[in-house]
DNA sequence: AATGAATGAGGGTTCATTCAT
DNA sequence: AATGAATGAACCCTCATTCAT
């Protein structure tokens, strides 16, 4: 009896996980997902106490990780690399170190926690993710000492960016390989953007 | 009564673009739409047709806007700039002449059109919007003769992200001063970081 | 003023008229009316107190006309020739004498009233004309003295013949010349068939 | 569980073809229909797709059964019998030996697939049943070698005339002896008037 | 008299959740 | 544990009728 309740549990997270990621939250259907996974409507209650509680269950793991990353709670997550190359191509290098960890947090389930969760209690989570990246950018400019006017509201723009593309990636690519290149390619662009951002800044462009 | 008909429109037009625009198409509800003007759903049809009319009203004028100047059907949408200055801050200045044509586009209607039309027979909005701007990238890196291993993957990934910066903007900007300040950087940004990921390319960051 | 209401009044009538011979009362709208009427809604209630109203001035005097008809309450409708001849060339002769007053019975407006007035108090109508149809068929039936097994029944089911008939040209037909040989040939096909079955059933044709 | 909800789909559909009877498929409610049933308006969506799904239930086998019945796709179904007496007392007989079958085909949810069908798919049914019927009556005037002014409107009255005959009698008639009766009545009735009919033309009953 | 805005009841349909078996 | 029937609230939409101007 355990065991089977494991398999059923396990096709109905899988189900929900691709529902959810495909439709959101909102547009998906308990009887759908309960069909994908080969039960019926009313056995998905024996193992959920709702949906949102589904949709907690597939996401909880990736909240802590991303908590543990963004604040460095554990070893195996370092960001010192952030802050860390300059040019272009030694970034690159840098990031090629860092990619396994990227990919233990950006994944599908990240996501889907991102953005996928409007109607349930984490419909917040997508402002939570943008104000950490936020809060780590204006750390970096802190440190290089650079004035960029409207600071907050830039870093909030930024932070958006880097995060959306993260999304992009990880809704549009399913080979890994992919996802690997276009990570790297957009933490480059990223890097890059920033840096010639600041520099336009620190030559005069002016908030108005 | 003429008065107040359009009184009574204009409401309605307004409740539903904080609807769709905060809740998006599906998502609103018609009833709360006509509570939110002040009226009664059933009022609401002597105004529009249905749900979807009531959001093709909001939105007609920025999509015929959009294809003006996307397509540079109009002298006042010139978009020859986009291809001319390579240097930060000339780039700037460059950009302050168009501001005002960037803000005729990049509207909170445009936001809806874009961001807010699944359910209706814009679902397709962002899709056609993407492509707009992938070729115009994929044009620009064409003349400068670059190489980007997996050119379309990457514009298309470029792409989205800068219309996902403007469309980041309209959602969460609502000064003026704010928004222009905020194109611009985001253009800023998405100049130097095209050129920083082409050259970071070039010197060898590979597909694997 | 007066003149210009009246005008106005024919209007809905005609247009009520035409929607309710096309669709029938209930999936008629009042907007529709007063729409091909040439005025509103609102103006509609001026002059009639409701949908149903309307309905009731447009076939009111039907009523009385077939009142008058089928009781002989006036002398221009005399239904002695129904009793006379039963030699078909004759009684074709004989009905050219009264098509006149068949065709100011059965008009437009009596199909409306049959036909059309689920919905309304009128709803009855096709089981009133039915009976007395099916009264003055059986009135024939006894002075010729021959016994139809189920007489009522049989009746029932001829008069709904004869009368579908009837409504069946009205609907179809909307040429004079057309309506008028239709009739004929109805009522021949009626006396005809009605001949033949007392016969048949004089020879034994039993109820089971 | 399966008994009670074969229970429940067989009360739906008894409800829906009362209510579709009685009323027709438009002025149908499904909300009374599965009162009527003694279920709710939300469960009657976990037996039918929506209205007019439980409406072609109801009648889908009607709809077999007739074309069978009239393109002789079955031995069971063989209409030779209609072309051979043209005397009355044999027409009975010849009758009788067949009223099994005609049985088998006017049914009342033969009724309702013809006469309460507006708003479904098969709005036209009473149409297709129509021109069979013209199409037969014609093929037998024709061997008949008679000539009928008008030939094909009066082949479409008379169709029309025997297929509320027909209606008529499943709408008003509900013991099965009487409704053999009628439709023996019925089908007698016809013929003689189209016997006496054709007669009547012969001597010259003229167009006008 | 005329307008058409406003109302409210009712239509069909979907769906998360509960419940009886 | 499993089934899927049952419920009820919410959805969009229509329309006869009333009301204010």
Redesign the pocket.
């Known amino acids: ?1 355990q065991i ?2 494991e398999i ?1 549990r396990e096709k109905l997270l899988e189900a929900g996980e691709r529902e959810f990621f495909e439709r959101g939250f909102t547009n ?4 759908k997902i309960a069909g994908l996974a080969g ?5 998905f ?2 193992y959920f106490k ?3 509680d589904l949709f907690k269950e597939i996401v909880k793991e990736e909240i802590i990780k991303f908590d543990d990353f963004f604040n460095g709670h554990k070893d195996e997550f370092n960001t010192d690399w952030m802050k860390v190359e300059m040019e272009p191509v030694a970034f690159c290098r840098a990031i090629d170190g860092y990619s396994d960890q990227l990919r233990a947090v950006f994944t599908r389930k990240f996501y889907i926690w991102v953005a996928c969760s409007e109607g349930t209690e984490y419909s917040n989570s997508r402002k939570v993710v943008l104000e950490f990246i936020k809060e780590h950018f204006i750390g970096h400019v802190m440190e290089v000492g650079t004035k960029i006017p409207a600071l907050d509201n830039t870093a909030g723009m930024l932070a958006n960016g880097f995060l959306d593309g993260i999304l992009y990636i990880l809704k549009n690519q399913s080979e890994e390989a992919g996802i690997n290149y276009l990570i790297k390619s957009h933490m480059l662009f990223f890097l890059m953007g920033s840096i010639g951002l600041i520099e336009g800044y620190s030559e005069g462009v002016a908030y108005d």
């Open positions: 009896m089977k309740k059923i998906s259907s308990v009887r039960t019926t409507l009313g056995n209650y024996n709702n949906k949102e």
